[in-house]
Structures are given as C-alpha cells and as structure tokens.
C-alpha cells in the first residue's frame, strides 16, 4: 500500500462563522501495553484436529464492559453474534455448514476490535496465526478541554479521525492516515457548548464516542 500525506479539512456552518479547531499536535507514538493486551489475551485454535469447529477463549475482566463477538464473512456479512460481559469467555463455533472462503472473528470493545482470521479450503478450516487489531483512546480534558485522541492499528486500513456537531455536520477530519500508531491533541474550547461526536474510522470498523463541552 503507497503511503499518503494525511489531509487535514474543516468545514463551516453554511455562512455563519465556525471557529477552527486548534490542532496542537500530531506525533507518532509506540502504544505497547495496547499492542501486548490484544496480542496476548485470546486463544483460538480448533476444537479438535482434522474438525471444522474452533474454539475460542478470551479474558474480558480488564475491560470492565460488555464486549461484542462475531463471525463475519469476507464480505463482511455478520453471520454470528453476540455479547458477553463474564471475565472469562469460552465458546465452540461450528464453520462446518458454511461454504468455503475466508471468515473473521472479531471481538470488540468500546477501545477498539480485535480480529482473528479463519480460512476454511478443501484440507477444512485453518487459522492464520498473526491476530490483525485496532485499539484506540478517546479522552476529553474537561479543564482546558483539549481532546487526546489516538489509536494503534496492524489492519493496514487507511484511518480517518473525523470531529461533528451533534447535527452530524464535519468540524474537523483528518483521513488517509496509513500510520500504524498515531497521537493528536486537539483545542476544543472555541467550540459552544453543545454534544459533539468524535469518530475513528478503519475500513468497517468505526469507533465512536460523544462528548459533551
């Protein structure tokens, strides 16, 4: 995948005056303890040799919230789903009524997602080894409400951050963000008092979360 420059855009209310966002700082940071949790807290393997049925097993306890499990196609049809909210998760899912293809498990969290990938072919159902994540954090600074906003990613999706107004209407986007780790800090206290919505898109993987100033 070429790299490209990342594109900065903000965008007025019709022909009132909007003030800008103030875009304090943009750097590369390494997030490790983030890389290590989605890297280490998940066992997929198959259920049996030779069988179509994998087995999964996680630890949720450091979350502390439900977190959503599903099976998608490549096409990115759900097939599967589900929450689970107990510190240890366990489950059997059965590949051996569906057609052959690749196929993702994924388990996300209000943080980001974590995916494994399946492949079932005429030998049946393999599993790559490398887990693929996208682990994020939201935070808003209510003191001097600056907005931290960062994320660490293997999808090798391009990312976009993208800041509305609770009428859906785009203050401040940055896309075309092919970085697998990436810090902004932003100004927000120009903006009125109001909800604003704060979005991390990767592909069909979106992660939100509202604040409010």
Not at 85 to 91: D, L, N, V
Not at 192 to 206: A, K
């Amino acid at each position: 995948m070429s790299k490209k420059t990342p594109k900065t855009t903000a965008m007025n209310y019709s022909k009132a005056k909007t003030p800008k966002l103030a875009f304090i700082v943009t750097a590369l940071l390494m997030l490790q303890s983030i890389v290590a949790l989605s890297q280490t807290n998940i066992q997929l393997d198959l259920y049996k040799p030779g069988t179509e049925i994998a087995k999964l097993k996680f630890s949720s306890a450091d979350t502390k919230e439900p977190v959503l499990i599903s099976v998608k196609n490549a096409d990115g049809i759900t097939l599967f789903s589900e929450k689970s909210k107990a510190e240890q998760y366990k489950k059997l899912i059965s590949f051996t009524k569906l057609s052959e293809g690749t196929y993702f498990i994924d388990m996300e969290d209000s943080k980001g997602v974590v995916r494994k990938v399946l492949v079932k072919g005429e030998n049946g159902l393999t599993i790559e080894k490398e887990n693929y994540y996208f682990r994020n954090l939201i935070t808003l600074k209510e003191n001097d409400k600056k907005l931290l906003v960062k994320f660490n990613s293997n999808l090798n999706q391009p990312v976009t951050i993208r800041i509305m107004d609770n009428e859906g209407r785009i203050l401040h986007e940055m896309s075309d963000i092919t970085a697998n780790s990436h810090t902004s800090l932003y100004n927000l206290s120009m903006l009125l008092h109001g909800t604003y919505n704060i979005s991390l898109v990767s592909g069909d993987y979106v992660s939100s979360r509202t604040i409010q100033l």
